[in-house]
């Protein structure tokens, strides 16, 4: 049996809630979220600051002798909602080459007509051969693959 | 189905704690509290319907349940999200109990570090944003698994009967 103490506890605390503005306002705060922080780090660190390791330069679209940059994505999960959006943003905005992996192509019907988008319809639990390859020759592995939609809307 | 209220609404009823959240105008997310080893099995739509409407005190209008499962809500893990350098965001980092309703706030804000940690990676060739990503996320992991938990312990019964 729930103890009435603890019952008569709980509904003391929400008549709290719902009267006192002190109260709404800190689960209003928390239940709407608590800020961001904003332009955390860059805007802190002093430029040109070397870390401990030695990141490539990929924002220029041109490296050494005029040679293209072209970085090597991986996304899994490329025709997902976040993976289809992300892998056109990265088409129009980015010189980098995309190999992508999804069940299903139905998402990338609009992508910008390039030879730097790489798709293969697959299941990433059967085709592992083809997603070692990848992790192997990709610079950066972008895992979106996910049970994260909507049945329905 | 159309939603019962525009509105969330949280109740804490005799019967157990129950949710109802709007996902769009015709679908909806609902939870009632249960024992976290019911078998789902033995919820049939109707029976979820007519919890529902008990818990909530309103007329819920039916409709086909497009899924249902037991989530416990309990389950958190405070790891670092980071490992090495592969970095997660996200649930697939943590997850926390649904009653505090943050994995979609959660999520943004790792992105948004994680985000600002690359960027200073790759622009600033400092490495400082990444190495700092797990604190900083986990800083507000916590937070939000406060918020939760203060949520369910407001919210729920807690005995050792089952909540039905």
Not at chain 1, 5 to 30: C, G, K, P
Not at chain 1, 77 to 105: C, H, K, M, Q
């Amino acid at each position: 049996m729930r103890t009435p103490f603890d019952h008569r506890r709980q509904l003391a605390e929400l008549e709290y809630i719902v009267t006192s503005r002190a109260a709404a306002q800190s689960l209003a705060e928390n239940y709407v979220g608590l800020p961001l922080r904003h332009s955390f780090a860059v805007e802190r660190w002093p430029a040109g600051r070397r870390g401990k390791l030695r990141p490539p330069k990929i924002w220029a679209s041109k490296g050494h002798m005029g040679r293209r940059l072209a970085l090597k994505i991986m996304i899994l999960g490329a025709n997902g909602f976040i993976g289809s959006a992300l892998t056109n943003a990265i088409l129009r905005t980015r010189p980098w080459e995309v190999y992508g992996i999804d069940l299903a192509d139905n998402k990338l019907q609009d992508l910008p007509k390039t030879d730097r988008f790489h798709f293969v319809e697959g299941d990433i639990t059967i085709n592992k051969e083809w997603v070692e390859y990848h992790v192997k020759k990709c610079d950066v592995v972008v895992p979106l693959v996910a049970i994260a939609n909507p049945p329905s809307t | 189905m159309p939603p019962a209220s525009e509105e969330l609404i949280y109740a804490n009823d005799d019967r157990g704690f129950a949710l109802l959240s709007m996902r769009s105008p015709t679908v909806s997310r609902l939870y009632l509290q249960c024992t976290p080893d019911e078998d789902v099995e033995e919820w049939s739509d109707h029976r979820i319907w007519d919890e529902l409407r008990t818990r909530l005190h309103l007329q819920v209008p039916g409709g086909p349940v497009l899924q249902k499962s037991v989530t416990p809500d309990a389950e958190f893990r405070g790891r670092a999200p980071a490992f090495g350098r592969l970095f997660l965001a996200g649930d697939a980092a943590h997850i926390v109990p649904p009653t505090g309703a943050k994995g979609m706030n959660l999520a943004i804000a790792d992105v948004q570090v994680l985000a600002q940690g690359l960027q200073a990676f790759y622009r600033e060739d400092s490495t400082e944003g990444l190495d700092t990503y797990s604190s900083v996320c986990l800083n507000r992991v916590w937070k939000v698994q406060r918020f939760s938990w203060w949520m369910t312990s407001l919210l729920h019964r807690f005995d050792d009967e089952d909540a039905v």
